[in-house]
Structures are given as C-alpha cells and as structure tokens.
Nanobody, 125 residues
C-alpha cells in the first residue's frame, strides 16, 4: 500500500512563496505519475499540477501556470510543488496523489490510485 505524506503548508502573505513536499513510501518514481490537487472551501477539488513517471514531463492548471513548479527528487522519493506569487485564491487544502502509470511520459488530473491526507495553504494578509 503506497503512502503519501504532504508537508510545507502554512500561512503566507499575498505575493509570497511556499514549497510543498510529497513524500512517498515504497515506490519507484518510474511507476507512478504524481499529481497535486487542491480543494478550496465550498469548491470542487481541482488538479493543479502533475509530473509523469518517466521523462519528468509536467502539466499545470491555467490558474497556476508561470507561478507554480512541480519537480521530484528520485533519491528521496519526494515530489515538490514550488508555489510563488501566491494569491488569496490559492488558499486551499493541497493533496498529493499517485496514479499508477509505469514508464509513461504523460500525466493527467485523474486516474488516482492513492491519496495523501492534505496540507492547508492559507494566503492572507
């Protein structure tokens, strides 16, 4: 059973930055695409960014393009989401998820096999 643990959330002022981490247990990164979702109060969950299991190909929601960057450290089995120029509308619980997609150059905002428990990001002055 794959386990995902998010960290790095917190309170930040508008225009600030945060880096979220998603630490995985017992998986090789060439097996799973990793996806970051978020869910704001009263809104549906939405895909934010993902990175493929092979090739490091990435995808971003339009609302975060140019501000967020997803990356991974294979040795540490960790995926990061660097969030810059944060806005109040980025306030949400951010979830890390894994989609079993071995040796694939693609990632999608669906097909999730495992979820983390989430970390809260609050952007407010």
């Amino acid at each position: 059973q794959l386990q995902l643990v998010e960290s790095g959330g917190g309170l930040v002022q508008p225009g600030g930055s945060l880096r979220l981490s998603c630490a995985a247990s017992e998986f090789t990164l060439d097996t799973y695409a990793i996806i970051w979702f978020r869910q704001a109060p009263g809104k549906e969950r939405e895909g934010v960014s993902c990175i493929s299991s092979r090739g490091g190909n990435t995808k971003y929601a339009e609302s975060v393009k140019g501000r967020f960057t997803i990356s991974r450290d294979d040795a540490k089995k960790t995926v990061f989401l660097q969030m810059n120029s944060l806005k109040p509308e980025d306030t949400a619980v951010y979830y890390c998820a894994a989609d079993r997609r071995p040796y694939s150059n693609y990632c999608f905002f669906d097909g999730v096999d495992y979820w983390g428990k989430g970390t809260l990001v609050t952007v407010s002055s």
